[in-house]
């Protein structure tokens, strides 16, 4: 699927960052329609079709999460990120619990938002079935032999290290909460600590520098996602 086969709808109340995407993103050679309240963005799914939804959570009628909460419940497949002021962490995370594939936080730079758009076409287009190798820059995740290796090395982790992995890998490039992964890997467990402590522990493993990770990457107050090669 080319860009200008691609239609984005841009959900947002204020007039200036509609302008923003919409300028920003035709550059890109996307199809582009806009909504200015919730009231406006349910009829254009129906009408214009997109293939992907920018979604503000500061809607002035219906607060975005119970938009995107509506969406989700009747089905509605669409890759949709979501816009977010900074200091909403709890919103965010709040959203992705929801079914929100990504998120960029205001005020955000186009090429990071272009390729979070592009990172959550890319993963509705795919097959549900996995790549049997994960590669992304020297640390390559064989998914059928749980081989894990960094620069052509074999790396051994633990049960756990190996299980957290291999949900990141599955979600490339998306970002994973911190529930999210505790759910996965310790289906009733709940404290975030023990997730960091095993991410700490997995960063020393695959990371040439493990206090600036290339591959794991913390999103604050949120998550983590998996760096994943363009």
Do not use: C
């Not at 079935?129 to 790396?155: C, H, M």
């Not at 522990?201 to 363009?230: A, F």
């Amino acid at each position: 699927m080319t860009n200008s086969a691609v239609r984005i709808l841009i959900v947002d109340d204020e007039p200036p960052i509609r302008k923003l995407l919409r300028v920003g993103l035709s550059t890109q050679d996307y199809a582009i329609s806009e909504a200015m309240n919730a009231k406006v963005a349910i009829e254009a799914v129906k009408t214009e079709k997109p293939n992907l939804i920018i979604l503000d959570l500061g809607l002035p009628d219906i607060p975005g999460l119970d938009l995107l909460a509506r969406w989700r419940g009747e089905g509605l497949d669409l890759p949709i990120v979501i816009l977010s002021s900074r200091t909403d962490e709890a919103g965010i995370v709040k959203a992705l619990e929801l079914g929100a594939d990504d998120y960029v936080t205001k005020p955000f730079g186009m090429n990071e938002l272009v390729a979070r758009i592009r990172v959550a076409l890319r993963h509705r287009l795919q097959s549900h079935g996995e790549k049997p190798i994960f590669q992304t820059g020297e640390l390559s995740v064989d998914l059928v032999k749980r081989i894990v290796k960094v620069a052509g090395k074999e790396v051994k982790l633990s049960p756990k290290e190996y299980d957290i992995l291999r949900i990141l890998v599955q979600h490339a490039g998306k970002v994973l909460t911190h529930r999210f992964l505790l759910e996965q890997v310790w289906d009733s467990l709940t404290d975030v600590q023990y997730l960091r402590v095993y991410v700490r522990q997995l960063r020393q493993k695959i990371e040439k520098t493990p206090d600036q990770p290339r591959y794991i990457l913390t999103e604050t107050g949120v998550g983590y996602r998996l760096h994943e090669s363009q």
